[in-house]
């Protein structure tokens, strides 16, 4: 008797720790971390080098996931919220991105595109791109929530526009920044060895975790996503909420601008921010959170970017060219998803249970 009744709180307990939300982006992020270590035992070495200025810098493939997956993680933030709210994705992120990445080269440069020193200071150059990106963000929200548009039919007009609008802000020209400290911020800060974009990601999901902890906007989000005639009669306005989760990745798109155009120093229209978009939402799915909206875990969502980006650099170091990289990395997302699935959780734990009853019996 005390044997079955073990095997069945093991049992039980297994099956807790499958239903958790977190499970599915944590297990996918330890099979592809054991993956790698099996293929190469190196995989998880950090060295200490020096960059081209002399500045001392962590480097590796972890110390370069953690780099590049940063932009992913922000973006995912403002994607989940507005998941959550319209039970839809925005799919213009990559082109709102080139926006704001233009609009803060034209105010940090004027109208000189070889300016030999800054024009303004890079904050007013990162507050107009950001109100810039919010506005856009606020131009897809209404769409959404105003004129009942699907939210990814709504955000396709940016998707298609975008990076035309980016290219005119600065009249089709590369503007290129030769201040050396406009560098900080895609790269290292002197004297601290690990990429600044990941501080910058920290800082992000402090700030938004502190705004759900302190505020009700956890709670008004999810009740206008599990059901918005209803949020509507207890005296929220499910329109505006709606808005407001677009004007905040508005906010999450001007951040990464900045750091994709502070990388180079300049903009590429056509190739900054490339399918981020498709990563982004991928992660918001991989963290676990239903994708018709309702309620939402934020570090899930994180945790997902980092798979995304785990994968991805998994597949370049496996010499899997950048043209079939979306096909392969599609399968292994369908797999996670579908894993994660409610439905598929479901017939788990029921399998699971047939299975304890047979041993108890």
């Known amino acids: 008797m005390h044997k079955e009744m073990k095997k069945s709180n093991n049992g039980n307990f297994f099956s807790r720790i499958v239903r958790q939300q977190m499970f599915i982006p944590i297990f996918a992020l330890l099979i592809l971390v054991i993956f790698n270590i099996i293929m190469d035992p190196s995989f998880l070495e950090i060295t200490l080098g020096t960059n081209n200025l002399g500045n001392p810098v962590l480097g590796g493939y972890l110390i370069r996931i953690l780099d590049n997956g940063s932009e992913v993680a922000i973006l995912a933030i403002g994607m989940t919220l507005v998941t959550a709210a319209s039970g839809g994705q925005d799919i213009s992120v990559g082109a709102a991105v080139a926006i704001a990445g233009s609009v803060l080269l034209r105010v940090l440069c004027g109208g000189d595109t070889r300016a030999e020193t800054l024009q303004s200071p890079v904050i007013l150059a990162f507050l107009v791109s950001c109100i810039v990106a919010m506005l856009f963000g606020a131009f897809n929200g209404v769409l959404v929530a105003y004129f009942r548009i699907q939210p990814m039919v709504a955000t396709l007009i940016l998707y298609t526009a975008g990076r035309s609008i980016a290219a005119w802000v600065n009249n089709n020209e590369l503007p290129i920044v030769s201040e050396q400290s406009f560098k900080y ?177």
């Open 185 to 361: 911020f895609g790269g290292y800060i002197p004297g601290i060895p690990i990429p600044t974009p990941f501080f910058i990601m920290l800082a992000c999901v402090i700030i938004m975790c502190l705004v759900l902890k302190f505020t009700n906007l956890r709670l008004y989000t999810q009740a206008v996503g599990i059901n918005e005639n209803s949020s509507k009669l207890n005296g929220l306005n499910p329109a505006l909420i709606k808005v407001l989760t677009f004007v905040i990745l508005g906010l999450c798109v001007a951040v990464v601008g900045l750091i994709k155009v502070s990388r180079n120093s300049t903009i590429n229209y056509s190739v900054i921010a490339k399918d981020i978009e498709m990563d982004a939402i991928l992660a918001v799915a991989l963290g676990g959170n239903a994708l018709g909206g309702g309620k939402f875990n934020m570090i899930a969502s994180v945790l997902g970017a980092y798979v995304i980006q785990l994968l991805t650099t998994t597949l370049y170091k496996f010499n899997v060219q950048s043209d079939a990289l979306p096909a392969y990395k599609a399968v292994v997302v369908i797999i996670l998803v579908v894993i994660s699935a409610p439905t598929v959780r479901a017939w788990f734990t029921s399998m699971m249970k047939k299975f304890q009853t047979k041993e108890v019996a």
